[in-house]
C-alpha cells in the first residue's frame, strides 16, 4: 500500500491557515477561507471535500502541536 504526503498552502487567508487561527483563538469549526488575504475580499465558505479536509488538518494541527490564545 502506497502512503502520499500532502502538502497544503499555508499562505494566509487560505484554509490551513483559517483552520488553525480557528482553533488558536478558541473558535468552532467552521471551513472557509479569503482568497485575498485573512480578512480581505470576500469570505468563502468550503464546500468540497477537499477544502473541508484541508480546513480540518489546520485546525487538527494546532489542537494537537499548536498553542492556543490566552487572554490572562
Avoid: C
Avoid at 28 to 52: L, N
Wanted: aromatic share 18%; net charge negative.
Amino acid at each position: 500500500m502506497m502512503k502520499f504526503d500532502v502538502i497544503y498552502d499555508r499562505k494566509h487567508g487560505g484554509l490551513y491557515d483559517r483552520g488553525a487561527s480557528d482553533s488558536y483563538y478558541h473558535r468552532p469549526r467552521d471551513p472557509h477561507w479569503y482568497p485575498e488575504g485573512t480578512y480581505k475580499g470576500e469570505r468563502v465558505q468550503a464546500t468540497s471535500p477537499a477544502d473541508i479536509r484541508e480546513y480540518m488538518e489546520g485546525y487538527d494541527y494546532n489542537e494537537r502541536y499548536g498553542d492556543k490564545k490566552s487572554w490572562d
